[in-house]
């Protein structure tokens, strides 16, 4: 799982679960889910 999502236990930090669901409630609270996914969609078409 950890190869998959290209985690590195070793040389990096990561979020717990408190800052993810403060993440998730932000992007709730501001219908922010649309633009998140048409960016991203639109970054990876340009090969960035």
Do not use: C, P
């Not at 709730?28 to 991203?40: C, R």
Request: hydrophobic share 45%; aromatic share 10%.
């Amino acid at each position: 799982m950890r190869r998959f999502a290209v985690i590195d236990l070793i040389g990096g930090w990561i979020s717990d679960e408190t800052t993810i669901l403060a993440f998730y409630n932000v992007v709730g609270q501001h219908e922010l889910s649309k633009q998140i996914f048409v960016t991203s969609m639109l970054t990876s078409s340009n090969g960035v």
